[in-house]
């Protein structure tokens, strides 16, 4: 008889029965088909326990692998996060390095403006100065021209000698 069997029942079924006589064969018999049944049910029972048992063994690992799966996905979750303020960090610097460099664009502007002017102010103080020298060598010409002239002239006494 296979684990899935059910054992013959002994019960007569009706309503009353008659006596039936039992010869110690038919002890011997029915003890041998409840020996028989004993043995299916112990099988069986075995085989359930060792079925629980593995049941057993797959629901911890179940858990196992669950409660690793949820370790990892918290772990995940962390470090999304502190990427995210690490982007969050380096997008701050970015705007900082971004709003230096337009000042400094502003400023190297600003600087070139100035360098411009000093350039056309120093062109205008040097034509200035030139006409100035020119300026100068003109009235010294024209002093040296009029003292030479005085010097020369007959009624200045200065250069010649006293008779």
Same mark, same amino acid.
């Given at each position: 008889?296979? $684990? /899935?069997?059910?054992?013959?029942?002994? /019960?007569?079924?009706?309503?009353?029965? $008659?006596?039936?006589?039992?010869?110690?064969?038919?002890?011997? +018999?029915? @003890?041998?088909?409840?020996?028989?049944?004993? =043995?299916? *049910?112990? !099988?069986?029972? =075995?085989?359930? &326990? +060792? *079925?629980? !048992?593995?049941? @057993?063994? /797959?629901?911890? +690992?179940?858990?196992?692998?669950? $409660?690793?799966?949820?370790?990892?996905?918290? +772990? $995940? #979750? =962390?470090?999304?996060?502190?990427? &995210?303020?690490?982007?969050?960090?380096?997008?701050?610097?970015?705007?900082?390095?971004?709003?230096?460099?337009? !000042?400094?664009?502003? &400023? #190297?502007?600003? *600087?070139?403006?100035?360098?411009?002017?000093?350039?056309?102010?120093?062109?205008?103080?040097?034509?200035?100065?030139?006409?100035? !020298?020119?300026?100068?060598?003109?009235? =010294?010409?024209?002093? *040296?021209?009029?003292?030479? &002239?005085?010097? /020369?002239?007959?009624?200045?006494? #200065?250069?010649?000698?006293?008779?």
């Amino acid at each position: 008889m296979s $684990a /899935t069997q059910q054992p013959q029942s002994i /019960t007569t079924h009706g309503t009353n029965p $008659a006596p039936v006589h039992h010869t110690s064969a038919d002890l011997k +018999k029915i @003890e041998k088909q409840l020996s028989k049944e004993e =043995k299916i *049910d112990e !099988k069986a029972l =075995k085989q359930a &326990e +060792k *079925d629980v !048992k593995s049941a @057993e063994k /797959t629901l911890t +690992k179940a858990e196992k692998t669950t $409660a690793k799966a949820v370790k990892s996905h918290e +772990k $995940a #979750i =962390k470090y999304e996060h502190k990427v &995210e303020q690490k982007i969050q960090q380096e997008q701050k610097n970015l705007d900082r390095a971004v709003k230096n460099e337009q !000042k400094l664009a502003n &400023e #190297i502007n600003v *600087d070139k403006r100035k360098e411009q002017e000093a350039t056309q102010l120093l062109q205008k103080a040097k034509i200035d100065a030139e006409r100035v !020298k020119q300026q100068e060598e003109i009235n =010294k010409s024209r002093r *040296d021209q009029a003292l030479t &002239e005085f010097v /020369t002239s007959p009624t200045s006494t #200065i250069g010649r000698s006293a008779a």
